[in-house]
């Protein structure tokens, strides 16, 4: 299984980014996918889900009203819009499928660098 996150980069505040994961070696559609992130210093954190049918999201309240998760399933991809960037986002970004049988996570992506200059 592999999960290939990109899209990450140097954004000026205010800026946007998108996040891309492409999944392989899995039956996408049987995943949630979720997006978190760990910025210097700190845990990481939950950022954004969407199911495996993609009827249901769900945000942390950082990046509610700025972040939209999507998923194209035809395409085996994940995606993370995210508008009006912060520092505080400034962060690399993970990408994690999880049968909804199971709490935790079973794969993870290796990470996108965002850096948010201000």
């Known amino acids: 299984v592999q999960l290939q996150a990109c899209g990450g980069g140097l954004v000026q505040t205010g800026g946007s980014l998108k996040l891309s994961c492409a999944a392989s070696g899995l039956t996408f559609t049987w995943y949630d996918m979720s997006w978190f992130r760990q910025a210097p210093g700190k845990e990481r954190e939950f950022v954004a889900s969407?199911?495996?049918?993609?009827?249901?999201?769900d945000y942390a309240d950082s990046g509610k009203g700025r972040f939209t998760i999507s998923r194209d399933s035809a395409k085996n991809t994940l995606y993370l819009q995210m508008n009006s960037l912060k520092a505080d986002d400034t962060a690399v970004y993970y990408c994690?499928?999880?049968?909804?049988?199971?709490?935790?996570?079973?794969?993870w992506g290796q990470g996108t660098q965002v850096t948010v200059s201000s």
């Open positions: 994690a499928a999880k049968l909804r049988a199971t709490q935790a996570p079973n794969y």
């Open positions: 969407i199911s495996a049918s993609g009827s249901r999201t």
